[in-house]
């Protein structure tokens, strides 16, 4: 199945901006949706932002939709979330993540059905 590898998380002021990678390796060609889910202290993982392998369309939560975009680059099997304006309450541990079905629709499968998970970069918006 396929490997997913964060990076671009860290330290950052509020109003400002990250960009969020996403590696994948092995069977990439497995997956029809990849996305990001997040998780803060003491709260439950929520998704944030996904996108079809199918056709492109994307879902991102209603929090950081405006703020956040969800790229791809399929050259490079790597996805993005770029993340501007960001607020204290966006720090968590940001996840990558795949499906290999979109059953149901890109945000239920955002939300629930993603199966194969990376290990997460962490996110702290503070000043």
């Known amino acids: 199945q396929v490997q997913l590898v964060e990076s671009g998380g860290g330290l950052v002021q509020p109003g400002g901006s990250l960009r969020l990678s996403c590696a994948a390796f092995?069977?990439?060609?497995?997956?029809?949706?990849i996305g990001w889910s997040r998780q803060a202290p003491g709260k439950e993982r929520e998704a944030v932002s996904c996108?079809?392998?199918?056709?492109?369309?994307?879902y991102y939560k209603g929090s950081v939709e405006g703020r956040f975009t969800i790229s791809r680059d399929n050259a490079k099997n790597t996805v993005y979330l770029q993340m501007n304006n960001l607020k204290p309450e966006d720090s968590a541990v940001y996840y990558c993540?795949?499906?290999?079905?979109?059953?149901?629709?890109?945000?239920?499968?955002?939300?629930?059905?993603?199966?194969?998970w990376g290990k997460g970069t962490l996110v702290t918006v503070s000043s």
């Open positions: 993540a795949t499906s290999t079905s979109e059953g149901y629709g890109l945000g239920y499968v955002c939300n629930y059905g993603m199966v194969n």
């Open positions: 092995g069977f990439t060609s497995d997956y029809v949706a």
């Open positions: 996108i079809s392998s199918r056709d492109g369309g994307t």
